[in-house]
T-cell receptor, first 114, second 114 residues
Framework: DAGITQSPRHKVTETGTPVTLRCHQT?????MYWYRQDPGHGLRLIHYSYGVKDTDKGEVSDGYSVSRSKTEDFLLTLESATSSQTSVYFC?????????????FGPGTRLTVL | GDSVTQMEGPVTLSEEAFLTINCTYT??????LFWYVQYPGEGLQLLLKATKADDKGSNKGFEATYRKETTSFHLEKGSVQVSDSAVYFCALSEGSGGYQKVTFGIGTKLQVIP
């Protein structure tokens, strides 16, 4: 158990509304990541964070913003949700040290934008 | 850029059959290789990994060998069970001690029938 929780686990919203997804870790890891999972694409990186208030874009960052005000929390915001953002969103933490460089994933949030 | 190729499936096998899921990759450096498994409604779980050429990763009866000469990391299991039904993702990671750029395959769905 990597100690990662995501909330909410399911959400249905309407086009044009703002949505915030939360990722929480209990183990104080520096690196955190947000991915989206879509059929035929595997997982694609949206944004990542390398510390409090330190974030950077991934390959599919358009329409998304992130914030990290505490080590344990990484928030993903859709400022104005669109139907193309219907997806399953996964948060991951990067575990490093003692020969390990591995990402561990949360349980996911299924988002439907109508 | 980096890429990972695997068949999407579904792969349908009878219980106790031999499993092979092929994975090939292209990378600019010397990546680490991973197999993740996703059970229905859950997040990705690390199944096994290998960090250098000729390493064999193994877990729960699954194994895969890092083959640099053929740029492959095929997943095998000698006798599958119904409980192995899931989606399997091959992935490569570049970077150590900090930001990890992880490239995922599209995932292969495995269905095991009694």
């Amino acid at each position: 158990d990597a100690g990662i929780t995501q909330s909410p686990r399911h959400k249905v919203t309407e086009t044009g509304t703002p949505v915030t997804l939360r990722c929480h870790q209990t183990e104080n890891h520096r690196y955190m990541y947000w991915y989206r999972q879509d059929p035929g694409h595997g997982l694609r990186l949206i944004h990542y964070s390398y510390g409090v208030k330190d974030t950077d874009k991934g390959e599919v960052s358009d329409g998304y913003s992130v914030s990290r005000s505490k080590t344990e929390d990484f928030l993903l915001t859709l400022e104005s949700a669109t139907s193309s953002q219907t997806s399953v969103y996964f948060c991951a933490i990067g575990v490093h040290g003692q020969g390990e460089d591995t990402q561990y994933f949360g349980p996911g949030t299924r988002l439907t934008v109508l | 850029g980096d890429s990972v190729t695997q068949m999407e499936g579904p792969v349908t096998l009878s219980e106790e059959a031999f499993l092979t899921i092929n994975c090939t990759y292209t990378a600019t450096g010397y990546p680490s290789l991973f197999w993740y498994v996703q059970y229905p409604g859950e997040g990705l779980q690390l199944l096994l990994k290998a960090t250098k050429a000729d390493d064999k990763g193994s877990n729960k009866g699954f194994e895969a060998t890092y083959r640099k000469e053929t740029t492959s990391f095929h997943l095998e299991k000698g006798s599958v069970q119904v409980s192995d039904s899931a989606v399997y993702f091959c992935a490569l990671s570049e970077g150590s001690g900090g930001y990890q750029k992880v490239t995922f395959g599209i995932g292969t769905k495995l269905q095991v029938i009694p």
